[in-house]
C-alpha cells in the first residue's frame, strides 16, 4: 500500500520569503499522480499544485513549484514570496495512475504553516 | 457551476443516533469519493461510488457506516448509532467520467457526537 509522510508538523514563514515542506511518499508502482492540497482554516481543500510522475520536468504555479525527484520518492513544495493568505496546513497526496479503477488519494498528515507580517 | 455543496456543515449528535451527511457532486460529475479527518491528521479515504454503484469501500468501516449514491439525488453516508471516536470532519470529492481526471472537494461536514 501507498503511504505519504509529511515530517514537518509546523513551519514558519515570514512574509515575501520562500519556504520549502517536505514529503516523501513510497510505493511499488511506475505511474502515479502528486498533489499539494491547501487547507485555510474554513476547512475547504483546495487544489495547489499537481505532478505527473512520468513527467521529469517539475510543476510550476505561480510562487508554488515542486522539486520532484522519482528516485528518491520525494516531491516537496516550494512557496516563494510568501503571502499571509498561504497561512494553512498543507498536504501532499498520493493518487495511482489508475485505468478504471479507484482514483483515491492517499494524504500525508498535513504541515502547518504560519506567516509571520 | 456550483462546486461540491455538502450538507449539513455542522452536525450534533448524541451517542447511539443516526448521522446522515449529504453530498450534491459538480453538475457533469459521476464519480463521488468520502474522506473522513480526524482532528491533527490528514484526509482518510473511505468509500467510492459512481452511480448506484460501490466501486471501493475498502476504507469503510465495517460495521455501522453504509453510503450510497443513488441515480437521483445527492450521495449520502450514514452512520448509524454513532460514538465518540465518530467525531471527525467528512469530506466529499468529486469528479467526472473519466480516466485520471481531477477530483474537487467541498467544505465537508463537521460531525460532533456528545
Known amino acids: 500500500a501507498q503511504t505519504v509522510t509529511q515530517s514537518q508538523p509546523e513551519m514558519s514563514v515570514q512574509e515575501a520569503e520562500t519556504v520549502t515542506l517536505s514529503c516523501t511518499y513510497d510505493?511499488?508502482?511506475?505511474?502515479?499522480?502528486l498533489f499539494w492540497y491547501k487547507q485555510p482554516p474554513s476547512r475547504q481543500m483546495i487544489l495547489v499544485i499537481r505532478?505527473?510522475?512520468?513527467?521529469?520536468q517539475n510543476a510550476t504555479e505561480n510562487r508554488f513549484s515542486v522539486n520532484f525527484q522519482k528516485a528518491a520518492k520525494s516531491f516537496s513544495l516550494k512557496i516563494s514570496d510568501s503571502q499571509l493568505g498561504d497561512a494553512a496546513m498543507y498536504f501532499c497526496?498520493?493518487?495511482?495512475?489508475?485505468?478504471?479503477?479507484?482514483?483515491?488519494?492517499?494524504f500525508g498528515k498535513g504541515t502547518k504553516l504560519t506567516v509571520n507580517p | 457551476n456550483a462546486g461540491v455543496m455538502q450538507n449539513p456543515r455542522h452536525l450534533v449528535r448524541r451517542r447511539g443516533q443516526e448521522a446522515r451527511l449529504r453530498c450534491s457532486p459538480m453538475?457533469?460529475?459521476?464519480?463521488v469519493y468520502w474522506y473522513r479527518q480526524l482532528p491533527e491528521e490528514g484526509l482518510k479515504f473511505m468509500v467510492y461510488?459512481?452511480?448506484?454503484?460501490?466501486?471501493?469501500e475498502s476504507g469503510m468501516p465495517k460495521e455501522r457506516f453504509s453510503a450510497e449514491f443513488p441515480k437521483e439525488g445527492p450521495s449520502i453516508l450514514r452512520i448509524q448509532q454513532v460514538v465518540r471516536g465518530d467525531s471527525a470532519a467528512y469530506f466529499c470529492a468529486s469528479s467526472p467520467l473519466g480516466v485520471n481526471t481531477e477530483a474537487f472537494f467541498g467544505q465537508g461536514t463537521r460531525l460532533t457526537v456528545v
Open positions: 453538475k457533469g460529475h459521476s464519480h
Open positions: 497526496a498520493y493518487r495511482s495512475f489508475s485505468q478504471g479503477g479507484s482514483e483515491k488519494l492517499v
Open positions: 505532478q505527473e510522475a512520468y513527467k521529469q
Open positions: 461510488l459512481q452511480k448506484e454503484n460501490i466501486i471501493d
Open positions: 510505493t511499488s508502482e511506475s505511474d502515479y499522480y
